[in-house]
């Protein structure tokens, strides 16, 4: 099985999931967990990248 490339924010999410000492996989409500992390990345990605980079990036989900 070939296991997909993450992507950037699914990366920091899930960075931000093991600094919380949560498992980035566990189900919470009814996705991994590393999801709900994505609100703080989205933040953070766009206070610090141009509009167009930061929409391109959320596209690429």
């Not at 296991?3 to 999931?17: D, F, G, I, P, V």
């Not at 980035?24 to 992390?37: R, Y």
């Given at each position: ?32 967990m590393?999801k ?26």
């Amino acid at each position: 099985m070939i296991a997909r490339k993450k992507s950037s924010r699914e990366l920091a999410a899930r960075a931000l999931c093991r600094l919380d000492g949560v498992p980035e996989d566990t189900k919470f409500e009814g996705a991994p967990m590393w999801k709900s992390f994505l609100p703080q990345v989205d933040a953070v990605l766009e206070a610090i990248l141009p509009p167009e980079e930061f929409d391109r990036l959320r596209q690429l989900e």
